[in-house]
């Protein structure tokens, strides 16, 4: 069965450090998303993109925070600068049709740990 | 506006039992309501959802009920099993979905054998 994939599973940065956050969507998903979740709490938009672009971003997603599909397979989060506050689960997702059709997958996330 | 406030944060029910989950929200433009199920480790997965022009949607033992006038909704999980202990997250989104999801704050299920 086709899936989201995350790398890695599990980073730890210091504070100030770039990181980035790679995804393999499913390969004929059009529209692909990023997800928080700090530990315990609930899950958070970030952002989604569709046709190589950002379609909707929500206030968490500042100027620290960017997007790329640079090969068209993978789906990055890149964050420039980490605060201890961005340590979360970050999921990527994928959807074929977009959320409309209900059909968004998640990958099993990459757990980021900011010292 | 754009808050799902869920009930309860965490539930015990006995093997057989119903498990009930509820959800609330204020933005009369969201238009389309998932549960998505997390087992720790994994990320959500798509439960069951519906859209406001029905009042209920039943798949196997999962059945959601909508209030449309109270703004209301709720999972049951009629004949819980052991393998139902997950977290339970209700979501909504508008423009027929094309929106981004915005999930409330989750239900911790623990079902006993």
């Known amino acids: 069965e086709p899936e989201v994939t995350q790398t890695p599973s599990h980073q730890v940065t210091q504070m100030g450090q770039e990181v980035i956050l790679r995804c393999v969507p499913i390969?004929?998903?059009?529209?692909f998303y990023w997800y928080r979740q700090i530990l315990g709490q609930k899950v958070e938009f970030l952002v989604s993109?569709?046709?190589?672009?950002?379609?909707?971003k929500s206030e968490i997603f500042d100027d620290q925070f960017s997007v790329e599909r640079p090969d068209g397979s993978n789906f990055t989060l890149k964050i420039r600068s980490t605060k201890l506050e961005d340590s979360a689960m970050y999921f990527c997702?994928?959807?074929?049709?977009?959320?409309?059709?209900?059909?968004?997958?998640f990958g099993e996330g990459s757990r980021l740990t900011v010292l | 506006q754009q808050q799902v406030k869920q009930s309860p944060q965490s539930l015990i029910v006995q093997k057989g039992g119903i498990s009930i989950i509820n959800c609330a929200y204020e933005?009369?433009?969201?238009?389309?309501f998932p549960w998505y199920q997390q087992f720790p480790g994994k990320g959500p997965a798509l439960l069951i959802a519906i859209r406001p022009d029905v009042s209920e949607k039943k798949e196997g033992r999962f059945t959601i009920s909508f209030n449309k006038s109270a703004k209301q909704f709720s999972l049951h999980i009629m004949d819980s099993q052991p393998g139902d202990s997950a977290t339970y997250f209700c979501a909504a989104s508008r423009d027929t979905g094309r929106r981004a999801l915005t999930f409330g704050s989750g239900t911790r299920l623990q079902v006993q054998p």
């Open positions: 993109f569709y046709n190589n672009e950002i379609s909707e």
């Open positions: 997702a994928s959807s074929l049709q977009g959320v409309k059709s209900g059909e968004l997958f």
């Open positions: 390969s004929n998903h059009l529209y």
């Open positions: 933005n009369t433009a969201f238009d389309y």
